[in-house]
Structures are given as C-alpha cells and as structure tokens.
C-alpha cells in the first residue's frame, strides 16, 4: 500500500537522518559495524529534510575546492538547499588543493548514504578500493606487525565483553592473537573482500568497511554532486576578506567580485584564510605530543594484487603510508624533521616503493595542533584550516565530516550566532580532536624501538587522558570509552595489544566462567570467522566494479539465508558450469534466486534434491546455475 511505502521510507531517511546528526551517540554501535543501507531509497531524502528544514540562513558562503569545501558544499547543497538556502563555493584554479588524503575510515559511508551518494558509481569515478583496516608495521619493534581492523572483534562470551574473556585467556596461553578473531583483519591479509552480506548473526552481516580513493577525483565527484543539488561554484582567487558585525560580511575576488553570506566556512587549507587570516581564530600547537612535522608524497605504479588496508610502515624518524587505488598506489614519508632531513625522507621513501614513482616526490611541511576556535563570528573553519594531525589513523577526512555533522545541528538562528552554540561547537570539536590526539600518540609512545626519534617518543611526557586510559588498562585490561569519542574499545584494544601495552592480571568478573570453557568459546569463534573468511571472494583488480573482474573470473558472493550453501568454487569463467551445494533437511526442491549487484533477480530455479550425503553427514540439494554467463559480482540466495 502507498501509505506503508511513505512511512517507510521516511522512517528510513529518519533513521539517516539521526545517524548523520546525531552520529556521535550512534558510534557506539555503528562506526565501526556499519549496516549497509540497501533500502534505501535515495532520491527521497531531499524531500524528507525539505519537510523538517527551515531556510533560517539566506546563504552560505564555502571558500576552498579541496575535500572540505566540496564534502560541505554537497551536504549544504543536499539538506539546506531544498529549504532555500543559496549555497556558494568559491576555489580558484591558480591555487593548488593538498593532493592527498586518500584512507578513510567507515563513518564516511554514513555520510555518503546520508547524501545519496551511489557506492559504485563513487568508486568508479574516484578509482577507489576498500579497505578492511590498518596494518602497523614494525610499530613495536622491527619485523612485528598487527591490523587495527573495522568492524567488531569476537563477541560477549557469558555476557563478559570480549576483550575481557579474551586477555584472560590470552595471559593463560588459551587464546590466539587478537587478529585471529577479526573476520576485518584475516580478510585484509588474506587479500579478500566482500561487502556486508545479510546472514544472521554471522560476522559476514557486519563486515566494517571504508574506502581509500584518489583525493582529486573525489574532489571532482563531490563538485558534481553538489553542483547537481544547485551549489553555485565560483572560480576565483580571493584576495580580500570583508569583515562585519557578524565577522565576515564578504569575499573579495580577484575580479573585483563582492560575494557576501551569512555564513562562511573557511575550507581554504592550511592558509586558514578566513578563520586565521581575518578572524585571528587562534592556534593550539601540538607539536610536543606529535612531534612529525613533514611528510614526503610520491604516486607509484598500482599494486599488481593490492590488499584491502593501508599500510603505516614505522621508519628510524617517522612511518610511510601505502594506499592502493585502482590506478596507482598513493606513498608518503611522515617524519620528524629534527631526526630526519628532507633528502633523507625522500630517500627512505623511493627505497621502499614496490613500483615505479609515477611523479617526482613532493615535501609537505604541516603543523600539529588545532584552531583554538573552529567557529569564530559567522565563520567555521573546516578541513585543514581547522586543524591537523598526522594521518596515522586516517581522520583527518573523518574531522570534516564530523565538523559537518555537529555544525548541522547547530546552525545559527540568527546573525550573531548565539555564543552559546558557538561555545558548544568549539567545546565538541576540541573533544573530538583531543581525543584522537590520545589515540594517536598511544602508537608512538608504546614502542620497543631503539632509534633515537622512537626512544625519545617512548621518554616523552604523554597527555593526561591518555596516560589515565594507560593505568585502566594495566589494571586488568580495562578499556573505557569517553562520550563521543572516535575511537572504540575494539580499536583500543587492537592497538593497546598490538603495541604491546603493559596489562597486569584481568578483569575479575571473567571467573565466573571456567577458563577452559572460556578457551571454548574463543575457539568456537575463531572456527566461525574462519569459516566466514572462506565465504568472502578473491581479490579483485578492481574492487567497486561491477563489470568483469581479475582475468574475467566471475566472482560470487553469496548470502547463506535458510540453509548453508557451498559453492564449488568462488569464481567462474562465464561458459564454466556453476553449481552449489545446499545442506537443507527438505525433503521437496528449495526455490533460488541469484541477484546482480544492484540487486536485480538475474536468475531462478529450484535445487535437485540429492538426499543424504555419507561424506558430509548432511542431506544435500544442488543448485545449478550454469546458464549465468554474463561476468558480474552476483549473490545466490534460498
Ligand atoms: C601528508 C598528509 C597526508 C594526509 N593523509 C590523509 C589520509 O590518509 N586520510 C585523511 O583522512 N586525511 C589525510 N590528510 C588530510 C586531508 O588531506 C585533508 O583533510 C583534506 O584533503 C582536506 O583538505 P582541505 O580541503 O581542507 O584543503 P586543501 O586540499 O588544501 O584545499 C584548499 C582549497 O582552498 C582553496 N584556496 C586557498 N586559498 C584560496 C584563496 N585565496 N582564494 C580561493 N581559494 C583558495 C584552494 O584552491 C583549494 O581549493 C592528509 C594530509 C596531509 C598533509
């Protein structure tokens, strides 16, 4: 009935709705265990907020055509131009974005479902593959490594957190390495990738997931988006700031054009343009916690079978990063330059390509640290403007939207803003960067490393907060999440245990259950990921597309749904004979259905039911489905 039709949808937009604003308090649950959001229906959503909107504010004004002024300019576009908002973005040609930030991590897919931003049409344009997590590498000491994964790790064992039952059976020998309990982490280096598949309470139903992508191309592909909901693009060279009551009254360009707003965001970099330059915003250096201050960046050629995770290499005076794309492989040196000159960054950089460089290497000098205030009068700073930490952890992308999000639901009534709001703001994104300092500096300040830059991280004052995360931990393994914080127990564990944090004894509440029935359990678990890791395909060339995959082999995921259902293998040459294997007590053929990515019913049939099985023990049925021959990513449902 159209009716019901209404309100689903809109309980489904509701439900993005919240998750976008609200996102903070749904983290807990979803950052890192994202749902796919196959039902949505898109084109609804503009319709939706153009109910619940009101055109308080007549224009914003975006200066910057990097990653923050084109994410700001689709989400302004998309929410507040259907309430009649005019949304403007001025960039100009003659001034260069960063060129990179590239590794995302999977809150941007709720971002990219909240804009009705299509999965495969991104990755296409942006050349963009999945990532599963994060892989440290000599960290700890040389030749050590571990994943910090997406996604949840194990499950409540006897209504004890995970981690608890697992750091005590670890400490009693009991227990594999974290990572063995990750479907995430053995998927990205077993080189295999699946989206979320729905399949009960299997680890296969929550795979958490994001994306890297190249910087440009996106930047190009938000541009098109939001063009597409009206954002105005004007190029430009801003050359003088207005100021007024409300901070900002206008931007002068170098054509002698006056644009004026009621609010500004400044997305203009590390220029900080507006925020800085005009508004004297302030500076909060955090150069004694994080002492990188470079980085060195080279394109190289793509990898031949990339793994679906960035790679963070720990060098003598800082770390290389390793982003593979479809097209090329993203590569930079972060590093300390009191510990490490410019050529000897480059050096260390070249020495470990796995391809040809594909440009010259290029030095970026940054700072550490954070505009004192995000949001001054009428302007917020986004991006780099607003701040910038070393992406070790790939959040730089993620403080944008972040910023987004909190600004969305505190937009100004009024011109001046209320100090209130303004007072808030700044207080949730100081949070949010702070905390994300700890998490960061956790990395450097637990290693085992013996070069100077490493032992002098080891040495040097930590946080306060980070240090009070410490003693919780070396107290029993307790991991405590602050409000709204990024970072969840899961990823501080991967990282805590994975840098070799000191923990004395566990937590007490775990006795309750006998160790060797704990031992159980985490075996039980790891046998489930590891069965889910053979249901997840092959690597694939070029991950996100739909046409024809790594030597025309036709990749099938499948959904196990009624019944477990065994293919004969993963992927298929189109004329092969296909067939599965269904264990299913029926007596009478089971209905199938294979559906292609968009989720369009390619294919029917019924099994052969074939009866008991002496091998398996099971009573089996066969479908066959040979007369797909079109090569596709498809899933076979009963
Ligand atoms: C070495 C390094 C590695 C990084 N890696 C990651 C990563 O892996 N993951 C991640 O999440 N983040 C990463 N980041 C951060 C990420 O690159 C940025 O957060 C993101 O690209 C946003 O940049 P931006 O849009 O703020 O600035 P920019 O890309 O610098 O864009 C600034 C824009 O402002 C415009 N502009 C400037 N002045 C004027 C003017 N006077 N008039 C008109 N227009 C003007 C420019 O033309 C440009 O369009 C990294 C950053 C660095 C430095």
């Known amino acids: ?202 680890p296969l139903s929550r795979i958490g997931y994001a994306y890297h992508f190249d910087a440009g191309r996106y930047a190009a592909f938000l541009r098109a988006q939001a063009e597409a909901h009206g954002v105005i693009r004007r190029e430009g060279r801003v050359d003088r700031v207005e100021r007024g009551p409300a901070g900002i009254a206008a931007v002068h360009l170098a054509d002698g054009s006056r644009i004026e707003g009621d609010l500004f965001l400044d997305c203009t970099g590390f220029r900080a343009l507006l925020i800085q330059g005009t508004l004297q915003a302030g500076w909060t250096d955090w150069s004694q916690w994080l002492p990188c201050d470079r980085a060195v960046a080279v ?175 070396r107290a029993g393994g307790r991991i405590f999440r602050e409000a709204d914080e990024l970072f969840n127990e899961v990823s501080w564990l991967a990282v805590l245990t994975g840098q070799d944090a000191p923990v004395t004894g566990h937590d007490p509440i775990c006795d309750a259950l006998p160790i060797m029935a704990a031992a159980n359990r985490l075996a039980l678990i790891e046998r489930v990921v590891a069965t889910s890791l053979t249901h997840m395909p092959p690597p694939c060339r070029r991950a996100g597309t739909v046409g024809p995959g790594q030597d025309d082999l036709m990749p099938i995921a499948f959904v196990l749904a009624a019944a477990v259902i065994n293919l004969n293998q993963l992927g298929f040459r189109p004329d092969d004979p296909k067939q599965a294997i269904v264990a299913d007590a029926a007596t009478s053929p089971l209905e199938w259905v294979v559906v292609d990515d968009a989720g369009k019913t390619v294919l029917t049939g019924r099994t052969t039911v074939g009866g008991d099985d002496a091998a398996s023990g099971d009573h089996v049925h066969v479908a066959r489905f040979t007369a797909l021959t079109r090569s596709g990513s498809y899933r076979v449902w009963l």
């Open 299 to 473: 394109p190289s050629a793509a990898d031949a079978a990339p793994l679906a995770l960035t790679r963070a290499i720990a060098e003598p005076a800082g770390w290389r990063w390793r982003i593979p794309l479809q097209h090329r492989t993203g590569n930079g040196h972060v590093f300390s330059s009191r510990h490490c000159s410019d050529d000897e960054a480059t050096a260390t950089l070249l020495a470990g390509l796995q391809g040809e460089a594909l440009a010259d290497p290029r030095v970026i000098r940054f700072a550490t640290g954070h505009r004192t205030r995000f949001w001054s009068g009428n302007c917020i700073a986004l991006g780099l403007a607003a701040g910038f930490m070393e992406p070790l952890e790939s959040t730089s992308i993620h403080l944008v939207q972040s910023g987004l999000q909190h600004l969305l639901r505190m937009l100004p009534t009024g011109a001046p803003p209320a100090p209130a709001i303004v007072d808030r703001y700044n207080r949730t994104m100081t949070g949010e960067f702070v905390r994300i300092r700890d998490f960061l500096v956790a990395h450097y300040h637990l290693n085992a490393r013996t070069e100077p830059f490493w032992r002098e991280r080891a040495a040097a004052p930590i946080p306060d907060g980070l240090a009070e995360k410490l003693a919780l931990f």
């Open 1 to 202: 009935m159209a009716g019901d039709a209404i309100d689903l949808v809109v309980g489904c937009h509701h439900r993005l709705y919240r998750q976008f604003l609200h996102g903070a308090f749904e983290r807990r649950e979803e950052v890192f265990a994202q749902r796919p959001f196959g039902n949505i229906r898109r084109a609804d959503i503009g319709a939706v907020f153009g109910l619940t909107m009101t055109a308080a504010l007549g224009s914003v004004v975006i200066v910057g055509g990097g990653t923050a002024g084109w994410m700001a300019a689709v989400a302004f576009g998309r929410l507040l131009g259907p309430a009649g908002t005019r949304v403007t973005l001025v960039e100009s040609d003659d001034i260069a974005t960063i060129g990179v930030g590239e590794a995302t991590i999977p809150p941007i897919r709720t971002f990219h479902a909240m804009l009705g931003i299509d999965e495969d049409a991104f990755l296409l344009a942006t050349g963009g593959s999945y990532k599963l997590g994060i892989r440290f590498e000599g960290w700890t000491r040389p030749g050590e490594s571990y994943v910090h994964p997406f996604g949840q790790i194990g499950t409540d064992i006897a209504g004890v957190p995970f981690a608890a039952q697992w750091l005590r059976a670890r400490q009693a020998g009991a227990a594999e390495a974290l990572g063995a309990y990750s479907l995430e982490a053995r998927a990205a280096e077993a080189g295999r990738f699946s989206r979320p598949i729905a399949n009960g309470d299997s």
